[in-house]
């Protein structure tokens, strides 16, 4: 990826450490880093909206239970349908199935929550 990449994946990254989940009541579950990432996505040209949700795709199957569930609401809210699917079917892999899936249900729900949709 080009330099910009490289600079929009810091971005990303930045959005997901910043605040930290769970330091604050306004942060308790992630919700400030999950509208700030939404929000990043739709300021993005079509090619960075490329770049960030394969970038999203992927931090939804890490072993960093918040990281993967802050992506699956990312996902979630941004319409990526298939990718959540995806993630749901990798954490059925997981030693702790059950506690991931559930993860996911309170990411897509913050999400429906605190995202508005152009719907």
């Known amino acids: 990826m080009s330099a910009s990449g490289n600079g929009l994946e810091e971005e990303i990254l930045e959005l997901f450490r910043e605040p930290v ?3 604050g009541y306004g ?5 400030q ?3 700030a990432l939404v929000e990043k996505y739709r300021t993005l040209t079509e090619e960075e909206m490329l770049f960030m949700s394969d970038l999203i795709t992927a931090y939804s199957t890490s072993t960093d239970l918040a990281t993967s569930y802050i992506s699956v609401a990312v996902l979630h809210a941004i319409g990526l349908k298939e ?3 995806k993630a749901y079917d990798w954490a059925r892999t997981q030693g702790e199935a059950e506690s991931i899936a559930s993860h996911f ?3 897509k729900s913050l999400s429906e929550f605190f995202i508005k949709t152009s719907d």
């Open 21 to 23: 989940i769970g330091s």
């Open 27 to 31: 942060n308790t579950y992630g919700e």
């Open 33 to 35: 880093n999950l509208v």
């Open 83 to 85: 990718q959540v699917d």
């Open 105 to 107: 249900d309170i990411g």
